[in-house]
């Protein structure tokens, strides 16, 4: 064979060779997703152990779970969660039981909560306020230590009678009605009407305490207010009294029929609605309701906006395991369109 030939046929040869190779990695790169010169951010990088952002689709997908019946208890603006998630977990996973429990002592919330986790009454326990540096504290002198793990975005919402016809309070305006400087509706645009304002006590819920802190800046609640034992009651007042006003969680406030939700602004040109537009009357609700406008809350534009937290007892022991399988299962997909569905906004 000549030169010429041979030439040739090696260079036949090697063009057959490439194709077969190419071929082939087309076919894995198909089968398996192969990226040339990147690998994707779950490979990369570990999970964060600082929130246990979940990589998980569903709640069976969770692996390690512990067996036994967990007693978990908390704040009370985490109710619609629990409808929602709780019989969901038990279903995926029987052998993980959950038994929310109340104080034995005062209302339920976010500090009774905390205090029975570090009492060791609960396995773990629900917040809508981060864990305080006099909590942490006293969880290192009982040896063991707290975190605090997000799972979910929530907004206080302001409630007023359906009557009152303001564009929207400024947080100034807020603080100064709930600190007694401001006691008639005239003074922020409204008609000659004594200003009514409602809250639960300060040591009876988390809410109560970021508004205390965010809002009135730990200045004292005005001589004005009429305190109430819970939501549905204050809600019920506000309904019922022109010059009545409360805030709550936003879930609990923006699809009630018998109140109207207020847009609240830093500044009086920047109000924003914590419900969807155009906001729905009251004479066609329970037909229609307004939404959540979880994308203000999302993006910070709605100015008083929080985290939901899972608190878990770090000690070593199944409890520990049990809160963070929870706090698992809430950052999973399923976990997370239960928590949209619940009314509050995804974390992730």
Do not use: H
Not at 42 to 53: G, I
Not at 262 to 279: A, M
Not at 333 to 347: N, P, T, Y
């Amino acid at each position: 064979m000549s030169q010429k030939n041979e030439t040739a046929v090696l260079v036949l040869t090697l063009v057959i060779t490439l194709g077969l190779v190419g071929g082939v990695y087309w076919w894995l790169a198909r089968s398996y997703d192969i990226r040339l010169g990147s690998i994707s951010n779950n490979q990369s990088q570990p999970q964060s152990q600082s929130n246990l952002q979940s990589v998980n689709q569903t709640f069976a997908s969770v692996e390690k779970v512990p067996s036994g019946l967990f007693s978990y208890g908390g704040s009370t603006t985490w109710a619609p969660i629990r409808a929602e998630v709780d019989s969901e977990i038990e279903t995926a996973l029987p052998k993980f039981q959950l038994r929310y429990t109340n104080p034995t002592t005062g209302n339920p919330g976010s500090g009774t909560g905390i205090m029975m986790l570090l009492n060791n009454q609960l396995a773990f326990s629900q917040s809508s306020r981060a864990v305080k540096d006099k909590e942490y504290q006293q969880a290192q002198q009982r040896g063991f230590k707290l975190q605090e793990i997000p799972v979910a975005i929530d907004g206080i919402a302001i409630a007023v009678n359906p009557n009152l016809n303001i564009p929207g309070l400024t947080l100034g305006q807020l603080k100064d009605i709930y600190t007694g400087k401001i006691t008639n509706w005239q003074e922020v645009g409204g008609e000659n009407l004594t200003i009514r304002p409602y809250s639960r006590r300060l040591a009876e819920g988390g809410t109560v305490e970021f508004f205390d802190e965010n809002i009135l800046d730990s200045e004292k609640f005005g001589s004005n207010i009429e305190f109430v034992a819970n939501t549905t009651e204050a809600l019920r007042n506000v309904a019922k009294n022109n010059g009545g006003i409360y805030y709550a969680s936003a879930p609990e406030v923006v699809g009630q029929c018998g109140v109207k939700p207020l847009p609240i602004g830093g500044t009086s040109n920047k109000f924003v609605p914590p419900y969807q537009e155009p906001f729905i009357q009251p004479s066609n609700c329970p037909q229609q309701r307004n939404q959540l406008n979880a994308e203000a809350f999302k993006s910070g534009e709605y100015p008083i906006t929080r985290r939901l937290f899972v608190v878990v007892k770090k000690n070593g022991q199944i409890d520990e395991q049990a809160g963070e399988t929870y706090a698992k299962l809430l950052l999973t997909d399923q976990g997370q369109k239960l928590i949209s569905k619940a009314g509050f906004v995804r974390i992730n």
